[in-house]
């Protein structure tokens, strides 16, 4: 009888994942730590001779308690409980279980991260860092212009592909996160460095290899994130930006300076492709800090 409702806990567990694939889009990482967060949870309840189906709030606190007093962040453990939440929402909508036992956990309150951003400064020299005069520099400076003006994710701008480039409405197609497809505009300025390198540097440095990827390596492939993070810090050294960035860091300072310019949270809520507001919400604090300390170096009584 207990193998029998261990084969269903499992059964039903695997159910979950693969309905987190199908119906959520998300991706293989995001899917393994769901995996590894519930497999950790009912190897414990085992050791107390319960199973994941069969578990009450006060099973899911003690557990909680242990992987705390192990050293576990607060932010580990919200990911738990989220993951947790999300596979008992599953087991009640499949009659699996009747109720949520996670559903009266509150998350732990994590401290906010301020993501480090760029000055409009600091972004102007980092775009002309690159040496324009040569088919790498050129499609450097043309990458650089595109994620500062669309706020792309790193993996977007890399394989973004001559197919979901239209040039003649400046726009850009985007497939982000959970397969959910977007439109983003693309400004003037950073429309005509990508709109010459694709007519001019780009076939330069193709050669007569063939790709549909916008921005090829030397290789004629796609470039990776990791060589794309490698050159964002080495034109952030040339141009003296002594903080620490990232590709990311430019998408920081897109929605940021959107923010700073007056835009609506939620339209840039929609340009990044986050699912949801309180994502975006994070740059209005980032927004506020710098109005903040503006006053406070300027007014007479800051």
Do not use: C
């Not at 987190?20 to 190897?43: H, K, Q, V």
């Not at 939440?85 to 949520?100: C, D, H, L, P, W």
């Not at 792309?152 to 985007?174: A, T």
């Amino acid at each position: 009888m207990t193998r029998n409702i261990s084969a269903t806990a499992v059964q039903v567990t695997e159910s979950f994942l693969q309905a987190l694939w199908l119906e959520d889009g998300l991706s293989d990482n995001t899917i393994g730590a769901y995996r590894t967060d519930l497999m950790l949870f009912n190897r414990w309840l085992t050791s107390h001779e319960k199973n994941i189906l069969n578990v009450a709030a006060d099973d899911i606190s003690m557990y909680l308690s242990v992987r705390l007093s192990e050293g576990i962040s607060a932010r580990s453990i919200t990911r738990f409980l989220s993951s947790l939440k999300r596979f008992y929402t599953y087991a009640v909508r499949e009659g699996s279980v009747q109720i949520n036992p996670a559903a009266i956990i509150d998350m732990p309150r994590l401290g906010r991260y301020l993501p480090i951003t760029l000055s409009e400064q600091d972004v102007e020299s980092l775009l002309l860092a690159p040496d324009t005069a040569t088919p790498m520099g050129h499609r450097d400076r043309a990458m650089l212009e595109l994620l500062y003006a669309t706020g792309l994710r790193v993996s977007e701008l890399v394989g973004l592909s001559l197919l979901n480039v239209n040039v003649r409405q400046g726009l850009v197609r985007i497939t982000g996160k959970g397969n959910k497809d977007r439109l983003v505009p693309v400004g003037e300025e950073a429309l005509q460095w990508m709109q010459d390198f694709i007519n001019q540097s780009r076939l330069e440095l193709l050669g007569k290899k063939e790709t549909d990827v916008v921005f090829p390596s030397n290789r004629g492939s796609a470039m990776t994130r990791q060589a794309f993070w490698y050159l964002i810090k080495r034109y952030a050294t040339k141009a003296g930006i002594d903080k620490t960035i990232s590709p990311h860091t430019l998408r920081h300072a897109f929605a940021t300076h959107l923010l700073n310019h007056g835009a609506d949270l939620r339209v840039v809520q929609l340009l990044l492709g986050h699912s949801d507001l309180s994502t975006t919400q994070i740059y209005t604090h980032i927004a506020q800090e710098r109005l903040n300390n503006l006053h406070s170096k300027h007014h007479p009584r800051g």
